[in-house]
């Protein structure tokens, strides 16, 4: 995402909650995947979920400890 800094908290813990989902999904998806090219495309994007979460979980962090 990257501009965490324009979301309210609000947007924040939703988009956190999103995230939270689709990284749960996504570790679904990777239990039932067979094949190399699958499993790398499922692996690549949990990995880009878990660091746009990282980064939200961190922007609201900031926000809230001011």
Not at 21 to 43: M, T, V
Request: net charge negative; no cysteine; proline share 0%.
């Amino acid at each position: 995402m990257g501009n965490e800094s324009s979301l309210s908290l609000s947007e924040m813990n939703d988009r956190i909650a999103i995230l939270r989902d689709n990284i749960r999904q996504l570790i679904e998806q990777a239990a039932g995947a067979s094949g190399a090219e699958s499993e790398e495309r499922i692996s690549e994007r949990l990995e880009r979920q878990n660091e746009e979460l990282e980064r939200l979980i961190k922007a609201r962090d900031a926000l809230t400890s001011k």
